[in-house]
T-cell receptor, first 112, second 112 residues
Framework: GQNIDQPTEMTATEGAIVQINCTYQ??????LFWYQQHAGEAPTFLSY????GLEEKGRFSSFLSRSKGYSYLLLKELQMKDSASYLC?????????????FGSGTRLSIRP | DTAVSQTPKYLVTQMGNDKSIKCEQN?????MYWYKQDSKKFLKIMFS???????INETVPNRFSPKSPDKAHLNLHINSLELGDSAVYFC???????????FGPGTRLLVL
């Protein structure tokens, strides 16, 4: 079956760094996404990894290891507005009928 | 400019009623989706259309019927609403099925 695991909740301090891990077991792999979702709002795209390695985008970086079925999202210089849920999502197949599978999300709370 | 819009934003209705949710995207995307996010915040795909053609149809009760009149619109009709249908329904679109998805603001459905 297809499975995506990420921690349910995390807490971090303003100005600090936090790493949110995601592991997946899927039949095939065609990319991994990270989305941010603030309470009561829609998910918004953060990053996309399809090759191994680190993708950096401002304060946010995302890492992928396909052989380990593992990714992490790294958030630096945390701000209060980073309090949100972070969703890891994988596209397991290659056909036009491939669907994206979302993890249950990690709720990140930032304390002053 | 709103990229992906949904109406209505809130929907409160009685059990047994029939209701529709509309979605429109002005991004020129070929693929549109409906997702259901339950109280535990799990985002699960329901349907996907590519160029008005249904390509993904998850295990969803027959009471749910999507309709895509054109590439820019994907509506969701729900018959005989049940208490368990209460959730947030998100519409999304992407250029192709393996590309970044852009989400609408969500429709909060409450069935009483």
């Amino acid at each position: 079956g297809q499975n995506i695991d990420q921690p349910t909740e995390m807490t971090a301090t303003e100005g600090a760094i936090v790493q949110i891990n995601c592991t997946y077991q899927t039949s095939g792999f065609n990319g991994l996404f990270w989305y941010q979702q603030h309470a009561g709002e829609a998910p918004t795209f953060l990053s996309y990894n399809v090759l191994d390695g680190l993708e950096e985008k401002g304060r946010f970086s995302s890492f992928l290891s396909r052989s380990k079925g593992y990714s992490y999202l790294l958030l630096k210089e945390l701000q209060m507005k980073d309090s949100a849920s972070y969703l890891c999502a994988v596209i397991p197949g290659y056909s036009s009928a491939s669907k994206i599978i979302f993890g249950s999300g990690t709720r990140l709370s930032i304390r002053p | 400019d709103t990229a992906v819009s949904q109406t209505p934003k809130y929907l409160v209705t009685q059990m047994g009623n029939d209701k529709s949710i509309k979605c429109e995207q002005n991004l020129g995307h070929d693929t549109m989706y409906w997702y259901k996010q339950d109280s535990k915040k799990f985002l699960k795909i329901m349907f996907s259309y590519n160029n008005k053609e249904l390509i993904i149809n998850e295990t969803v009760p027959n009471r749910f019927s999507p309709k895509s009149p054109d590439k820019a619109h994907l509506n969701l009709h729900i018959n005989s609403l049940e208490l368990g249908d209460s959730a947030v329904y998100f519409c999304a679109s992407s250029t192709r099925t393996v590309e970044t998805q852009y989400f609408g603001p969500g429709t909060r459905l409450l069935v009483l």
